[in-house]
């Protein structure tokens, strides 16, 4: 069973409020629909129908990743959108299998492992944590995509804490 929670704040000198979305949801087949479903509508609701498109297929890769290769039960979404971008950060509990980062992406001749290269491709930026120190508990593999369309085309968006 999934479970969903969207918070938001009041709008304050006539700019949009800022939107938090939390879903937990069965490291299952369906899982990544409805997690890219979610995001997208969050998106066009917060009025960043531009970046609707790259969000989804960040949030499908991010989500597969954990559906078809990490020890997991669970994982947990979470996307923070405010006027200039979105944050998605996908959590699991399998701090095992790390993804790998850009220098070493497959082969041209490969056929699988190209998600996480269309992920540095289309995000501004993206990383992964992993959670518990010593004794690793999990990981968060996240990213940042700035709407370019409200930002006039420059990355005005500070590095992301933690």
Do not use: Y
């Not at 508990?137 to 990213?143: D, L, P």
């Amino acid at each position: 069973m999934a479970t969903a929670m969207l918070t938001g704040s009041l709008a304050t000198h006539g700019e949009p409020p800022p939107l938090s979305c939390r879903l937990t949801a069965p490291s299952a087949e369906q899982t990544p629909k409805v997690a890219r479903d979610m995001v997208a509508s969050l998106l066009e609701a917060a009025g960043h129908g531009a970046s609707v498109d790259a969000a989804r297929l960040l949030v499908s890769e991010l989500v597969t990743n954990v559906v078809q290769h990490a020890d997991a039960r669970t994982l947990t979404l979470e996307a923070d959108i405010d006027d200039e971008s979105i944050m998605v950060c996908v959590t699991d509990g399998d701090f095992c299998n790390t993804p790998p980062m850009p220098h070493s992406f497959p082969d041209a001749v490969d056929e699988r492992g190209r998600g996480l290269g269309l992920v540095d491709a289309l995000a501004t930026r993206w990383g992964v944590t992993v959670h518990g120190g010593r004794e690793a508990i999990g990981k968060s593999v996240w990213f940042l995509l700035v709407d370019r369309s409200s930002t006039g085309g420059a990355d005005r968006v500070e590095e992301p804490s933690g």
